[in-house]
């Protein structure tokens, strides 16, 4: 048998291909989509109830978060403590994770005991009780939580750069105050509840080893039922209003370093811009062989990481370039980033430096799709973005055409940096 040479590195392949999910899908009785995508997952299934209104929705802040969080803190049938002993009981685990605009609760357990616990989080999603004990628990958890983070520069800077680019009347430039939590009531949660945990905007997905009565179990279970509500009250958040002032410091006393935010109101994965951007993102400060980070942390040794991010939102989005850097070195590190840009701007990327972020993006791509779980959980990030099932197929193909005259015609268009706002907190 010929034993493998550790001095030979494999052999690198190009990613040619990705193909599209392809899940299984139905309706419930009632409407309720349903996407399964199976797999071998050593005989565990995962069921997601995901409601398309995430934070962002609601009257007052904090009201959507605090919605989902307490949906397993009681029911109109089980106590917080009842809950907990069934879901040990079966081995299994019950999360929500709530986002800008979508929130998901997830149950993961043994195929075997999925009969006995979707009654558990049908009752969970339809029927919570909202209890005022509870409550004053998770109020207290997070309160703390927020405190802690606003003591950090990073926070600080991302809250005020999030501000400048949206206004403060935009969920997303909102900036929450420990008055927002000491706010909340039982009755708030209820009516954001009835208004948005609803049959119209809930969806399913179904992954790992779901087993052969998984239709009749979900439509026993959410749709032979009854649910506070059968349509969503509409929600659609305000056009972002940026301010005036593109350049701001924030003074946090007893800061160890600085955190510098800096970037522009841009557009998300629907505009036909948004690839090649995403490949420029990377070249700049998308991953840790980024210019950002061989420029400020292994060059001149400013930071520990530097990076660039395209945050994409329900109807809009936007570029960051963020770091954290000692004051001495704020306004030589600002420099430099600038310089980055103006690089990108004047100079076309090496074909060689194109072909690694190209490999790189390709490679993550592969991730996406590693076994069921995590292709469900690009399921639900395609459907909260409402993007087609073949995005990343034709992502792939795109980034493979794109070339270094493409890469600064973005550059010349997007990363003006007189349309940037710039935020530094720290002293």
Same mark, same amino acid.
């Given at each position: ?149 606003? /003591? &950090? ?11 400048? !680019? +949206?206004?403060?009347? @935009? *969920? ?79 003074? /946090? &006393? ?11 109101? !841009? +557009?998300?994965?629907? @505009? *036909? ?155």
């Amino acid at each position: 048998m010929t034993g493998i040479n550790r001095k030979q590195p494999p052999r690198v392949h190009r990613v040619d291909r990705i193909e599209p999910l392809n899940p299984l899908t139905f309706n419930l009785s009632n409407g309720i989509p349903v996407y399964c995508i199976e797999g071998e997952s050593e005989g565990l299934v995962r069921t997601e109830v995901v409601f398309s209104i995430g934070h962002w929705a609601g009257k007052w802040p904090l009201t959507g978060a605090f919605t989902y969080l307490m949906l397993q803190e009681g029911t109109l049938h089980h106590s917080p403590a009842e809950i907990a002993e069934i879901l040990n009981y079966h081995g299994a685990t019950l999360t929500a994770d709530v986002r800008a605009n979508h929130c998901f609760v997830t149950l993961l357990c043994m195929t075997k005991h999925l009969p006995a616990l979707l009654a558990l989080l049908s009752e969970i999603i339809r029927e919570p009780s909202f209890p005022v004990n509870e409550l004053e628990v998770i109020r207290n958890q997070q309160l703390q939580t927020f405190l802690t983070q606003q /003591k &950090k520069v990073r926070t600080i800077a991302d809250n005020h750069f999030r501000q400048a !680019l +949206f206004g403060n009347d @935009h *969920p997303n430039g909102y900036i929450t105050t420990a008055a927002d939590y000491a706010a909340i009531q039982p009755e708030y949660l209820f009516e954001f509840h009835k208004n948005y945990c609803a049959v119209s905007n809930c969806t399913i997905i179904v992954s790992g080893d779901a087993g052969p009565e998984i239709a009749g179990l979900l439509n026993r279970h959410f749709s032979e039922v009854t649910w506070t509500s059968t349509m969503a009250a509409a929600f659609s958040p305000p056009p972002p209003v940026p301010g005036r002032q593109q350049k701001q410091f924030i003074r /946090k &006393k007893d800061a160890v370093q600085n955190a510098i935010f800096t970037g522009r109101l !841009l +557009f998300n994965r629907h @505009h *036909p811009d948004y690839i090649p951007m995403s490949v420029l993102n990377t070249v700049l400060g998308g991953y840790f062989g980024s210019r950002l980070m061989k420029n400020l942390r292994e060059d001149k040794g400013y930071t520990y990481g530097a990076s660039s991010q395209l945050r994409d939102l329900s109807n809009t989005g936007y570029l960051v370039i963020s770091t954290e850097t000692g004051s001495q070195y704020t306004s030589a590190a600002l420099k430099e980033i600038y310089s980055e840009i103006h690089t990108l701007r004047n100079k076309r990327i090496d074909s060689n430096e194109l072909d690694n972020v190209v490999s790189y993006l390709s490679g993550n791509m592969l991730e996406l799709f590693d076994g069921p779980f995590a292709s469900a959980d690009t399921c639900r990030m395609l459907m909260a973005a409402k993007l087609p099932f073949n995005y990343y197929s034709r992502y792939l193909q795109a980034i493979h055409t794109i070339t270094p005259e493409t890469l600064i015609e973005m550059a010349r268009r997007y990363l003006n940096p007189e349309d940037f706002y710039e935020v530094v907190a720290g002293t």
